[in-house]
């Protein structure tokens, strides 16, 4: 049976619980949810489609809600392939419909579709363009990087609905929801958007001007029509401001040297009165203890040296955060070398290279064990840890 956002918005959107992975790397135990939209007026219009092998479900469901009369437009946000797969089959299924898309957009159909001919079945809008359907009219706004660079978002000014795209999407299917949205919209966000934080505070701004009851994205629940909470994450998100003052203490341990200076630093900032959650890197989802980073305040990361370099885990997990723009926290040293160590060189380097880091204590150098020498650096770089937290 169809379901409806607003008295003429269905949603025909498809849950996905097959993949283990979205993108191919990112886990989805709780499945993913491909969102599209039916809009139905004189013309009706169709947002995005959903991911390969979805096509038939997808369609029954925009055929139920429109009565199966033809959608005079499919209109098309964002060309990743978890939304635009379906777009050649849905043109030749319906053969009057058009695609509406952004002119960056237009040009990349013909490379995820090089054996559909798109001749007169597309129409480009650019930022403050407007469609008319009937009583609805569509509003376009460009949302370049948010999350790749022809994306646009759209806004019905009839039912006052913000198609968002990629933003303020998470992971889970929609019939496994519990009502519990920041967690895993976090880990969405700054896996997938959160390079792009300069771009999704512009998209934010050009929304301040209409009236959104209702936030429709392509991942995830409808916010609205209260989304004050998940506009305000958003917002701190997108400037990499930390929801925690706390520190995260991230280790990766071979014999559990390296975890028990890991657990200690995590005690010793626990007596100093400083929150502290210590994550071990070769049992957590890295697309976790990325998200976890960018809550923290402040991070301390802890791991051997192994082949003259950082233990692989720790070395793929600092790539991971350079990658998705880490910045703008207080963060501290740990490593471990039995004869030459020189992780912690490595992985100062590393994170000097994100933006607005600020290292605030010495390396501390375990040697294979935790020691009286040690132990005492360890207290000195948990007491700076705790000074940078409290300062904030
Ligand atoms: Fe949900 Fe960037 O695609």
């Known amino acids: 049976m169809t379901k409806y956002i607003t008295p003429s918005i269905a949603y025909v959107g498809v849950d996905d619980l097959d993949k283990p992975l979205f993108e191919n790397q ?46 005079r437009y499919l209109i098309v946000h964002h ?3 978890d939304h635009s797969a379906c777009i050649a089959e849905a043109l030749r ?31 480009a809008v650019g930022e403050g363009d407007t469609l008319s359907l009937g009583e609805h009219s569509l ?28 933003a303020f999407g998470k992971f889970g299917a929609l019939q496994r929801e519990r009502g ?38 392509l991942h995830g629940p409808v916010l609205g029509p209260d989304f004050s909470r998940e506009l305000k994450l958003y917002d701190m998100w997108s400037r990499y401001v930390p929801e925690a003052d706390a520190v ?64 692989p885990v720790m070395h793929d997990f600092l790539h991971h955060l350079a990658i ?5 926290r207080a963060a501290a040293v740990v490593e471990n070398g039995s004869w030459a160590p020189i992780a912690g060189k490595l992985m100062t380097e590393m994170l000097s290279g994100c933006r607005d880091i600020s290292i605030v204590a010495p390396t501390v150098t375990v040697r294979s064990r935790l020691d009286a020498t040690s132990e005492q650096a360890l207290a000195a770089t948990a007491d700076a840890l705790a000074e940078a937290v409290k300062k904030k």
């Open 26 to 71: 990112y886990p989805i135990p709780d499945g993913m949810s491909y969102n599209s939209y039916a809009i139905i007026d004189r013309d009706i219009a169709v947002t995005d489609t959903v991911e390969a092998g979805k096509f038939g479900l997808w369609a029954e469901a925009v055929e139920e809600a429109t009565g199966r009369r033809e959608p």
């Open 79 to 81: 060309m990743e392939p």
């Open 93 to 123: 299924r319906w053969p009057s419909t058009t695609v509406v898309a952004s002119a960056k957009a237009i040009d990349m159909l013909g490379h995820f579709f090089p054996e559909f001919d798109f001749a007169g079945r597309t129409h």
């Open 139 to 166: 509003t376009f706004h460009s949302a370049p990087m948010v999350h790749w660079p022809e994306v646009m978002v759209s806004y019905d000014a009839k039912e006052q609905v913000l198609f968002s795209a990629d």
């Open 180 to 217: 519990e949205w920041t967690a895993e919209a976090r880990r969405y966000y700054y896996n997938i958007v959160g390079k792009y934080g300069p771009q999704v505070q512009a998209l934010l701004r050009k929304l301040d001007g209409p009236v959104i009851r209702l936030i429709a994205p």
């Open 248 to 311: 995260l203490v991230a280790y990766a341990s071979i014999y559990g040297g390296t975890r028990r200076a890991a657990l200690r630093l995590a005690e010793m900032l626990h007596e100093r009165g400083v929150e502290a959650t210590a994550i071990d890197l070769t049992q957590t989802d890295m697309s976790e203890a990325v998200s976890e980073a960018f809550r923290h305040s402040a991070l301390a990361v802890a791991a051997p040296t192994y082949d003259a370099g950082i233990y």
């Open 324 to 328: 998705k723009g880490f910045r703008s």
